[in-house]
């Protein structure tokens, strides 16, 4: 049923750049030649993609922030996003691979001019960053996910918005050394009262949270 449900949604749902229907069909080939789907990189998927452009563009955000690259497939799509609104990303990855493959797909897509990619540790370049960012994409690793969310929540502006991927991993059965990273997480986004907060079970849950006040 679920199969079914995301196949009908992303017959309407398409990529805002080509370079991004490249790195789905590279991630189809790969998946027909690995073992497990553990030894694909990961991605958040068309209809994330999907949202978090839609949430750009309605906020006209101008300052985007995204901690963990992997690939670059999120990148793409909040790099397209930010060049329509006239703004700007800044993308941190730490593993050099990652970023080299990053910066690839977005000179292949165009895009290289909307986004300053920083390769280092989330954790500590956080540290090194302005507040009043518009929107934030959390996808580094997940232990660090509560770890940096005090600092994080403190760089959005007032109604800025924090997206995190892969929530709903506690119920979906995945490790304990990384469901129990993103449980924490949820706890505390509704926990706090500076966050209006939801999840959707889009991909592997997208926690998406408003910060109301300060």
Partial sequence: MRDRVKTYIECFVY?????????????????????TELMIPPDIGRQAGKLIGLLI?????KRVLEFGTCLGYST???????????GRLTAIEKENCMCERTMHNLKAAGLTDYVDLI????EKEIDKLNPGF???LQDSDKILYPVMLERTVRLLKINGILIADDALFKPMGMAE?????????????????????????IGDGLAVSVKISD
């Fill in 15 to 35: 990529g805002d750049n080509k370079q991004l229907d490249h790195l789905e069909k590279e991630r189809e080939i790969t998946r027909e030649h690995r073992e």
């Fill in 57 to 61: 563009r309605a906020t006209q955000a």
């Fill in 76 to 86: 793409l799509w909040l790099a397209e996003a930010v060049r329509i609104t006239g």
């Fill in 177 to 201: 050394s990384l469901s129990g990273a993103t449980d924490l997480y949820n706890q505390l986004i509704f926990k706090d009262k500076r966050l209006y907060s939801t999840i959707l079970p």
């Fill in 134 to 136: 518009d929107l934030i």
């Fill in 119 to 122: 390769l280092g540790d989330a």
